[in-house]
């Protein structure tokens, strides 16, 4: 049987994927479609979805706020938390967009 501490560890990892492949969907609509991240953007294709993304994101950063993901965090090795700040590129996904 699984213990509490590794469920919320799979948890963690499982969301953080996720979360990692929106952040680089976002960056993507940005860079590359001209997405516009202003909320008030107008609408068009690429501002739609990067609007359905930052929902996901804000949704992923509520569940790894339950499973305490900044506990997690320190002992994930591939976390940017652990790397120095001017190394970090992406944004935090537990605080949200």
């Known amino acids: 049987m699984v213990d509490d501490t590794a469920r919320d ?4 990892h499982a969301l953080k994927a996720a979360d990692e492949v929106a952040a680089a ?19 068009s294709p690429s501002t739609n979805s990067l609007k359905l993304l930052r929902q996901a994101r804000e949704r992923l950063g509520a569940g790894l706020r339950a499973v305490q993901a900044d506990h997690i965090a320190e002992s994930d090795e591939i976390s940017l938390r652990n790397q120095h700040p001017q190394q970090r590129t992406s944004q935090d996904p537990a605080r949200g967009m």
Do not use: C, K
Request: no cysteine; proline share 9%.
């Open 9 to 12: 560890r799979a948890i963690y």
């Open 25 to 43: 969907l976002q960056t993507h609509l940005i860079e590359e479609h001209g997405a516009d991240p202003e909320r008030a953007a107008p609408q």
